[in-house]
């Protein structure tokens, strides 16, 4: 996948949708680090994964793409 920021908008959707940090990277299935890192824009997450965290947010990836 190319390298897109996805922290701002995963962040903001986690945050619009109530979810903490912990217990967002629970409903997903990543350590709070990775989302973290994820967050930050340090670290892609994979297609699947955007797949997974649109799925767990209800909203589609095009709303979630930077």
């Known amino acids: ?4 920021n996805w922290g701002r ?3 903001a959707f986690r945050k619009l949708k109530g ?3 912990e217990t ?5 299935g990543v350590s709070v680090s990775v989302l973290g890192e ?4 340090t670290r ?3 297609e699947q994964l955007v797949s997974h965290i649109a799925s ?3 909203i589609s990836i095009e ?3 930077p």
């Open 56 to 58: 767990v947010l209800d």
């Open 24 to 28: 967002f990277a629970k409903a997903i």
């Open 38 to 41: 994820i967050e930050r824009d």
């Open 63 to 65: 709303e979630l793409r």
């Open 9 to 11: 908008r995963i962040r």
């Open 1 to 4: 996948m190319e390298t897109l």
């Open 44 to 46: 892609s997450p994979d």
């Open 19 to 21: 979810y903490t940090q």
